[in-house]
């Protein structure tokens, strides 16, 4: 069985400050892609990084695929209090099934 | 809009009442899967579909079933619910998996309490 193991498991900090996220597995993954979830709701896909050590930008997000592609990070500039959620990471094996291995979860919470 | 929709939303039963849960998504998808969210567990993938007619397990299929006669539809049936069934449910959907894959689409979850 893959395991995605995500840390920090909770996170809270003040708007402005920077803060990564990391996602490490014995796995090798096809692709690697980050979710945030709001309560009560579905994980919105926010980027998949599928070569490694591919480097993805989202305005203030950063997210980099390891070169191995068994790991990843989410890194965020300027946090603010709209960026608060459940961030996951979800690898992905193509063939056989293309299951999806989500992550444990980063619960962000960014206050004023 | 494209997007996947689950129904319904909330759902109180009670032990060995057999329901549905129905999922359909707009955007001509070929995979499909559904996954339970639990406190501590994350998320769970219980069944997938690669196309119509294809259908396999994930990893906690115990107690469920679906089926997939129609591309944009994929209910997941509990024949005999129990109280560990007790969770928050998502179907999502992805255009294809693979290299050309833009990820995922989640609907907005069902949450099933079996009482």
């Known amino acids: 069985t893959q395991l995605l193991e995500q840390s920090p498991q909770f996170l809270s900090i003040q708007e402005g400050e920077n803060l990564t996220v990391y996602c490490n597995s014995s796995?090798?993954?096809?692709?690697l892609q980050w979710y945030r979830q709001e309560p009560g709701e579905g994980p919105v896909l926010l980027v998949t990084v599928v070569t490694g050590g591919e480097v993805k930008k989202l305005k203030r997000l950063t997210f980099q695929f390891g070169d191995a592609r068994k790991d990843s990070s989410l890194h965020i500039t300027a946090a603010q209090p709209g960026d608060t959620g459940l961030y996951l990471c979800a690898g992905e094996n193509w063939g056989g099934g293309n299951k999806l291995t989500f992550g444990t979860g980063t619960q962000l919470k960014v206050e004023l | 809009e494209a997007q996947v929709t689950q129904n319904p939303r909330y759902l109180i039963t009670v032990t060995g009442k057999k329901l549905t849960v129905t999922c359909s998504q707009n955007?001509?998808?070929?995979?499909m899967s559904w996954y339970r969210q639990d406190p501590g567990l994350g998320l769970r993938q219980i069944y997938y579909?690669?196309?119509?007619?294809?259908?396999d397990k994930g990893d906690v299929p115990e107690g469920y079933k679906v089926s997939r006669k129609e591309k944009r539809n994929f209910p997941l049936i509990l024949e005999s619910p129990s109280p560990n069934q007790t969770s928050l449910y998502f179907c999502?959907?992805?255009?294809?998996?693979?290299?050309?894959?833009?990820?995922?689409?989640f609907g907005s979850g069902t949450r099933l309490t079996v009482v």
């Open positions: 796995s090798v993954f096809s692709s």
């Open positions: 955007m001509n998808h070929e995979y």
């Open positions: 579909s690669m196309n119509v007619e294809v259908t």
């Open positions: 999502a959907s992805s255009l294809k998996p693979g290299p050309r894959s833009y990820g995922y689409t």
